[in-house]
């Protein structure tokens, strides 16, 4: 029987960038908050020995160990879903901190055409452009709402950047400027302008200078080592969780950190949540921990295997299109195009987020009357570091194995640059999350089982945006170019990005979403659940910044939640609309 602690005003389940953000908020605020991790805790200095590619990058020493917790993956409802035993389509961060702590840095806000999507489209192409079967949907707040909260998640982390010429004009510039355009970048920018792009530095949260953020946190001027992503950055100078918000609870007195605590339940008595049941991974010992609110902010998939385990929210039903927890589900699908040249560059030195990029096929910036999709990507070249395990490419036609791949990797491995893009990804009715029938994780509890294929919609724009960079590649020189294809389905395996989305999505109707504009569930009033799987689509940038914005307007919300009580939006109305 587990053992019953003393009750706290909040209890914050998952210490990522989401949950270390609202303990810092509402601890500065004079509440009680508990926060429960099921990783261990560590330091900046923890990490000076982290130059080892194949320790975390090939061998994942960050992430949630598989062993332990996995999901389960199929593509479609006849087949049986299978274990994950490695790691490859996303990643499951652990430790204080979970993916904030290995993440590369790039820090965008969504558009404000992500957050309206099926209004604007309808408006501008008619109901018919949105393809049947695909769950588009508004999300019941507007860019112009959440505006306020994206520059303090910027100034929190020392955001390095500079105005986006097809992005919304901002209200202030970023706290810290660009990172430095090396010779390899300068190349990507002048082939962008020859073909009429506007090239502009990607928003970093490797900091191009020292910044003091407005809680009193120290972060460091990036040293560009090139090892960012799945790395933890021994000089701090990658705002993270550990360097910012974690620090800025403590000092206040009012925040408790319990680690080897794996949350496995909310506990709901009598209609009512009462808090939170979790195991000490160490001692195997179960203890229940009471709240007044609770909030969920683990991984994508964690926060709706979570709720579906509590039976909170109602389960989405692919056949009838009802329920919502599970809804949703999208990946974040990456194009790649390597060229090879006949010179060379100097790309060993780098930072996770140091890249040049454009905005002309992301969103709605160009015209889509003709065109089978909706929506485009950001495309970037990144200067990340080089490293010779995993990005280690030869031309095609190539054996990876040999005589003649030694010498063709040698060469390419100065001679080659890939250029990517960040895609739009729509949601459609066979995507989504639920609890698996057949295998459990090392508690006895379902898994969580993933059912996702690839798309018609998804096949359209890869193969549009996989164009546009080749041509980019091309201009600057290329001599050959190695396009990525997608496969007849989706696979686990081999990798895209670990920036997954939905299972508990935001929304103006509770029928068709988790939670409200405050990421507080319909529900259930005192629970709020806050991350990319409040997303109810992939857009075409990398979703923290995003994720962090909800989460100070989350905390603003949990504050007036603790003053009365109440449901803090009613359905149909959109946040910045009353």
């Given at each position: 029987?587990a ?15 989401a ?7 509402l601890?500065?605020?004079g ?18 020995t ?10 994942h ?26 790691y ?36 501008r ?6 393809p ?35 992005g ?19 190349e ?19 900091i ?19 090892f960012?992503?799945k ?12 360097v ?8 206040t ?7 080897h ?11 009512e949540?009462t ?10 010992e ?17 926060n ?12 989405y ?25 006949d ?12 890249g ?27 200067q ?24 063709e ?15 739009i ?23 969580l ?37 997608l ?47 409040n ?15 909800f ?28």
């Amino acid at each position: 029987m587990a053992k019953e602690l003393e009750k706290t005003d909040v209890v914050v389940a998952g210490l990522g960038w989401a949950g270390s953000i609202v303990a810092a908020e509402l601890s500065k605020d004079g509440k009680n908050v508990i926060g429960l991790e099921r990783g261990t805790e560590k330091k900046t200095e923890d990490y000076l020995t982290a130059h080892d590619e194949y320790r975390y990058s090939v061998g994942h020493e960050m992430m949630q160990d598989l062993s332990k917790e996995t999901i389960t993956y199929r593509n479609t409802d006849d087949e049986e879903a299978l274990p994950m035993r490695r790691y490859g389509a996303f990643l499951i961060g652990t430790d204080v901190g979970g993916g904030g702590v290995h993440w590369n840095g790039d820090t965008w806000r969504y558009h404000p055409y992500d957050f309206e999507i099926k209004t604007m489209t309808e408006e501008r192409y008619g109901e018919d452009k949105i393809p049947e079967d695909y769950l588009v949907q508004d999300w019941g707040i507007t860019y112009e709402e959440l505006e306020p909260y994206f520059l303090r998640y910027e100034k929190n982390s020392g955001v390095s950047g500079e105005q986006n010429p097809m992005g919304p004009e901002r209200d202030a510039p970023y706290p810290t400027p660009p990172l430095k355009e090396t010779p390899v970048l300068t190349e990507y920018k002048e082939a962008c302008e020859r073909l009429g792009y506007q090239p502009f530095m990607i928003p970093a949260s490797t900091i191009s200078e020292q910044f003091v953020n407005p809680d009193g946190q120290t972060i460091n001027a990036c040293q560009y080592c090139g090892f960012c992503e799945k790395f933890g950055c021994e000089w701090g100078a990658k705002s993270s969780p550990i360097v910012t918000t974690i620090p800025t609870a403590k000092e206040t007195g009012n925040f408790e950190l319990r680690t080897h605590a794996n949350v496995v339940e909310i506990v709901k008595e009598d209609d009512e949540v009462t808090g939170v049941l979790y195991i000490d991974t160490l001692t195997q010992e179960e203890f229940f921990q009471p709240a007044d609110v609770v909030v969920v902010t683990s991984h994508t998939t964690n926060n709706t295997k979570l709720l579906l385990h509590s039976g909170l929210g109602t389960p989405y039903d692919p056949e009838t299109g009802e329920g919502a927890v599970g809804k949703n589900y999208c990946l974040h699908i990456t194009p790649q195009v390597t060229g090879f040249f006949d010179k060379e560059f100097n790309t060993a030195t780098g930072a996770g987020a140091l890249g040049i990029c454009i905005d002309e096929f992301n969103v709605d910036n160009f015209d889509h009357t003709d065109l089978d999709f909706i929506h485009g990507a950001n495309i970037a070249l990144k200067q990340t570091g080089k490293r010779p395990i995993e990005q280690n490419v030869v031309p095609p036609g190539v054996k990876n194995w040999g005589a003649e791949f030694k010498k063709e990797s040698i060469k390419s491995f100065t001679q080659s640059l890939s250029s990517h893009a960040q895609m739009i990804t729509l949601p459609h009715k066979n995507n989504y999350l639920s609890l698996d029938p057949t295998y459990k994780d090392d508690y006895g509890r379902p898994l969580l089982r993933l059912t996702y294929d690839l798309t018609d919609h998804d096949r359209a724009v890869h193969d549009f945006i996989g164009q546009k960079i080749e041509e980019i590649l091309v201009e600057m020189g290329a001599v050959e170019t190695d396009r990525r294809e997608l496969t007849e389905h989706f696979d686990i395996f081999p990798a895209h990005n670990d920036h997954i989305v939905g299972g508990t999505i935001i929304g103006a109707d509770p029928e068709t979403s988790v939670v409200n504009n405050y990421l507080q569930m319909w529900d259930e009033d005192n629970v709020f659940v806050i991350g990319g799987s409040n997303f109810p689509h992939n857009g075409g940038y990398n979703p923290t910044g995003t994720v962090g914005a909800f989460a100070y307007r989350a905390a603003e919300g949990i504050k007036m939640y603790l003053e009365d009580n109440r449901q803090l939006a009613e359905a149909g109305e959109v946040a910045g609309a009353n």
